[in-house]
């Protein structure tokens, strides 16, 4: 584990402990984990039409994946990039007992992506995306009956789909009990073993607000053992080349800041003239609490400039060089400040039809905020002709 780094949040008042970030993309190469490098990729479409515009996406898992399935009626051309340090709900008790980094989002993204062209392609989703139950002896059971092949979940995969699959499975039971931090002391402390809830909990706000995220390993040159991992090339060659970069709906400080705070993130950003939309929050979350739509700018803003970390690696690009446009859901919680905003640079604000969602509250409806992405992407399409 000597190369496993933790991502942790900076809180003017006191520290609290967090994880790493990933990357994931669209048209079929398999899954990768570079060693060091904080992203990975994967092709996950057939082969896109030329006409479709290119996207990439920094998010987190839960909020975005509502969406997805509407995306892919604007684009299959979607690169996904994705934190491994969001260690909540049941990813935190697999890097509890197994270690690693936590790649629950990666794999809910994965699924999200994944074939839907054959009955068997449906059986493997069905399978990949089940649950085990919550009580423990029930669990053990259910799981023993996956890995000898005798679960009905089973129906429908051929049988030399499911050896492969079995394979993996076997060796993810095998696994040893290797620890690393992550961050959801941040986002969804418990002090119990148990399912975390990823809704509007009842959880203390912070006692202030976030300063940064930076990554930590065992080692390192100050008394921090601050760390600066490499972003994967992919990563910066999309930045450099997609006709929209989108800072997704999610949690700000541990979803979206992870990846944003990597070296060459921000340099790249800021060279773009495309659109740089961010998807605001329709509600407060225990690490934006009393934010309006300018703190997130200025949040997603230090991030890219990484202004609290080494001064050596500190950036001065204006928030308009990083975001140029606003869709906010309709009667969200979080106040448009538009006179702030105007302030830095963002003039571009759309309201965007909203459904309410009894667990999280306000969030955008996925039809409205799809078609409200592509007529953004669309003008920036024309003019770019």
Known sequence: MADTYSLIGAFYSKPSPALPPFFLKTPKLPLHFPSKSMAAHCHCSSNPRPSQPSLLVFSGGTAFNGVVEELKKLTVRVAHVLPVSDDGGSTAEIVRVLGGPAVGDIRSRCLRLADESTSEALAVRRLLGHRLPINPQQAKSEWYKILEGEHSLWEGVSKPYRETIRAFLAYFQNEDGTIIRGQNEISHPTNVIGPVDKGRSSVPALPSR???????????????????????????????????????????????????????????????????????????????SGFSASSFVTAITDALNRTYGNSHNCLRNLPSQYINTLLVPEDGEIPIDIQ??????????????????????????PVSLINALGNVVSRYMRTKD
């Open 340 to 365: 702030s905003l105007s302030s830095q640079g963002i003039f571009d604000v759309v309201i965007v039809n909203s459904i309410r969602d009894p667990k999280v509250g306000t969030i955008f409806d």
């Open 210 to 288: 976030i300063k940064r995220v930076f990554y930590m390993s065992r080692e390192g040159t100050n008394s921090l053992h601050e760390v600066f991992p490499t972003v994967n090339q992919a990563v910066l060659d999309q930045l450099s080349n997609v006709d929209c970069i989108v800072y997704a709906m999610g949690s700000l400080f541990t979803s979206l800041c992870p990846s944003l705070v990597l070296l060459g993130i921000g340099e790249i950003i800021s060279s773009r003239s495309c659109p740089k939309v961010l998807l605001l929050n329709g509600s407060h979350d225990r690490e934006t």
